[in-house]
Each structure stands twice: as structure tokens, then as C-alpha cells.
């Protein structure tokens, strides 16, 4: 049973590693700006104002241009945009640093900061995947998460009279330490409104 649970939460946290990081979509993007910093020569290097300017740059395969950032509840922060990459033919690719830019700042360094961003990302990745291969993937929120949900498991199945009686007061003592917590919580809170 222990090796059920186990592998039921590896693979628990290696989903929720792949849904956090997209690996394949970071490398995708990681290629994708390889490619046009290796385009943009050093000494024509474009600068930024060029984008502000609501120019696009075209290279070999690629359209570079600016996108005002759009929320859902707000208009378009003029001053605040990302770099948008295309293909040459205009299919969207990627978004790249969004930021508040200066004129004289560089394309090609603002695309290599975000490249090494990227880069960290994948290192980060890395790092926790072999931390969950080796087995280590019982953090301090993932063992609270597996403690409160426990009753919902699957593997829980108490067949003696003293595995119930266990079973009720674990039970007990979680949800009385729930309703303790949260009572103390309102009582908080309820005294800083007051104040």
C-alpha cells in the first residue's frame, strides 16, 4: 500500500511540475529566441524605440514587434508591452519581457535577459524532476494537502475493529484542529476590523 501511495503522489507531483514549468514549451521558446538573437548583428542592433515607434522588424524567418499588454478589466497600459515573435508569414510564436522600456535599450540584450530567464526555468525544472526521481517529493504543504484529503483517499480502507476506532479519531482530531484553527482565524480577524 505504501508504494501505491507513493506512486500515486510521485505522479501527482511530477503532473503538477509539467503543468507549472510547460518544459517543452519553454524549450520551444528557448530555440525560438536563440534564433533571432543569432539574427540580429551587434553592430546594426536595433533599439528598443524602434518597437515604441510601432515598427516591425523583419529577419530570415521572423517578425519582431511590440504588443500593448491587454487585461481583462482594464484598457491597455500604453507604457507597459511585450516584444511579440512571429513567424515570417505572421503565426504567433511567443511573447517575450513584458516591461516598461527606455528608447535607447537594446532588442537583442532585452531578448537575451529573457532568454536566460528561460534558461533558469529549465535549470529549475530540471532540479525538482530529479528531486522527485530520487523519491523526495514529500514537502511540508504536499504531507498537510495529503492529511486534510486523506479520508477521501482510496487506499483507506480500515477492515479491523481497531483500525476504525483509529481511523474515527485521526478523523476527529483533524476536523477539531480545522474548526480550532479557523475559529482562532475569525476571532483575528473580527479584532483587526474593530481596530
Known amino acids: 500500500m505504501n508504494r501505491a501511495i507513493s506512486k500515486i503522489e510521485k505522479d501527482g507531483a511530477f503532473k503538477e511540475l509539467n503543468e507549472s514549468y510547460t518544459p517543452l514549451k519553454l524549450k520551444a521558446e528557448f530555440n525560438i529566441l536563440d534564433s533571432v538573437i543569432r539574427l540580429i548583428p551587434d553592430t546594426l542592433d536595433t533599439s ?31 507604457d507597459v508591452w511585450t516584444i511579440v515573435i512571429c513567424n515570417k508569414k505572421g503565426k504567433f510564436l511567443m511573447e517575450a519581457g513584458l516591461g516598461k ?11 537575451i535577459k529573457e532568454k536566460e530567464g528561460i534558461v533558469e526555468k529549465i535549470e529549475n525544472y530540471n532540479s525538482e524532476k530529479a528531486r522527485y526521481e530520487r523519491d523526495e517529493i514529500w514537502s511540508y504543504s504536499r504531507i498537510l494537502w495529503y ?24 478523523r476527529f482530531i483533524v476536523y477539531l484542529l480545522l474548526v480550532f484553527i479557523g475559529t482562532n482565524c475569525y476571532n483575528i480577524i473580527a479584532i483587526t476590523k474593530k481596530d
Open 48 to 78: 528598443i524605440g524602434f518597437l515604441i515607434d510601432k515598427n516591425v522588424l523583419l529577419f530570415d524567418n521572423y517578425l519582431v514587434y511590440r504588443s500593448s499588454k491587454h487585461y481583462k478589466t482594464t484598457q491597455p497600459m500604453p
Open 101 to 111: 522600456y527606455e528608447r535607447e535599450d537594446k532588442l537583442k540584450i532585452q531578448l
Open 147 to 170: 492529511s486534510i484529503n486523506i479520508f477521501e483517499s482510496k487506499h483507506i480502507s480500515p477492515n479491523t475493529r481497531l483500525a476504525n476506532i483509529i481511523y474515527f479519531m485521526h
